[in-house]
């Protein structure tokens, strides 16, 4: 069942992602080579509990960490750690997921720690890019499909490839709900959109091949072939005149970013 929520609800909705965006504005900042994503993820769960908020992650199926931090190769679901530093040149995908007020909030960005090559900064704007598209797609009487075609689209244009294996979804009472939402596919396709649902799209792109596999932590994901992977997410509510971007993340000047 795809729930849809009232006005009150979507209100109560912004404040948890509103948090959420505010702490990757924070974390993306911090990044620099030399420290660690066990760092980033300390940081982040103290902003989350400053903010009144707990850690949606944490303790999921027993994940044992505030953010899921991939870097390079890992696509998402990556675990904190002390062990290596980040470099110049490495990216690292942030995700971040609190539960605040009985909802949740969820969005992930890829960040560049350094100087990366062009193809390389090439692969965020692409993946970044093709968020915004797939977003273009949230309004009332679409299909969840066409949100995923317009993802696809953009990235293979660009010679990169949609992993497959893991999908946006539903959020609201519950970090996942239905509908499952799929980053590739034909138009046209699945539920239709309805005004007060709530969306967290997410689409994961590898430069090289899709196929991903599962470390043997359980958790961390990362492509096959070693092909560097990026990761952006927002939660997006259907408004009656189109998407309303609920981890939209605002500048130190308090203006909006236009795709993000
Ligand atoms: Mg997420
Ligand atoms: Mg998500």
New binding site residues.
Partial sequence: MIVCRSAPEIERMRAANRLVAQILVALEGAVVPGMTTAELDTMAEGLVRDGGAVPA?KGYRGFPATL?TSVNSEV?HGIPSRKRPLVDGDIVSI???VKLDGFYG???VTVAVGDVPARTQELLAVTRESLARGISQVKVGGRVSDIGHAVQQWVEAHGFSVVREFVGHGIGEQLHEEPQIPNYGKPGRGAKLAEGMVL?I?PMVAMGRPEVRVLGDGWTAVTKDGSLAA?F?HTVAVGADGPLILTARTTSTGATTASL
């Fill in positions: 992650f899921c998402v995700d971040i997921g969820d969005s992930a967290a997410e990761h997410e």
